[in-house]
């Protein structure tokens, strides 16, 4: 499980990130929807400390993340896995040697820099490879795949550190319906196995597709959290609604 309590979060040019964000993530996939400018990238970018909360709580576990020591955290991170828009491969290299850096955060420093794996490290990734579909693909060049190929390397990188949790940054904001369809179903089945998967999405549609929970955001608070059963027209016009629900003062 994971546990966010009373999360704040205000950027230097004193824009409001998050105000007060209380949550809980169970296995599942968690859609998070709100406007631009919301705090949707701020709180799923608080979860693995890329950005640090002034105040408030982030649990994985028995692991508080928002005050973890540089050790702490580096053992925390191999359980919370991310993907990204523009999905942050090394273009130049093979799949598959993107997909083994998942495991870096594991290895010795030198064993990675040297570009060390081991023969079951090597395994896996093939075998993860296969499991998004892409198992005729482990030598090509990432630059030389598709954009929901390569967000399916990523989907497989991700897996590699064999997180509890996947935070995904808008994964399907660049993809074609079919694409977005696949990366979709993909999270969908790591969901049924028991991870938790949070994904920031701008569309309404896909997050009632494939979403089990939602949350909302509108100036950096939760104004919706429930089942996607849930999300009715008055939860939208909450979520979407152009003036902060509660001031900032
Ligand atoms: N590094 C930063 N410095 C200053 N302000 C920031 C920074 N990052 C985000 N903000 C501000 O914090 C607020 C929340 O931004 P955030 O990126 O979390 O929104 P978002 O919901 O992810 O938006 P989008 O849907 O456009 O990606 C916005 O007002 C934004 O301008
Ligand atoms: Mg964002």
Known sequence: MLTITGLNKTYPNHKRGLK??????????????????????????????????????????DQEIRTANAKALRRVRRQIGMIFQDYNLIEELAAIDNVLHGCLGAKSWLAGILGRYTAAEQERALRLLSEVGLADFATQRCADLSGGQKQRVGIARALMQEPQVILCDEPIASLDPASTQAVMTLLTDLAKRGLMIIVNLHQVDIARDYADHIVGVNHGQIVFDGPTSALDEVALAKIYHKEAVVTDA
Do not use: H, M, Q, Y
């Not at 169970?26 to 640090?52: D, E, F, Q, W």
């Open 20 to 61: 007060d964000v209380t949550l809980t993530f169970t296995p599942g996939v968690t859609a998070i929807i709100g406007p631009s400018g919301a705090g949707k990238t701020t709180l799923l970018r608080s979860i693995n400390r890329l950005i640090t909360p002034e105040s408030g709580t982030v649990v994985l576990g």
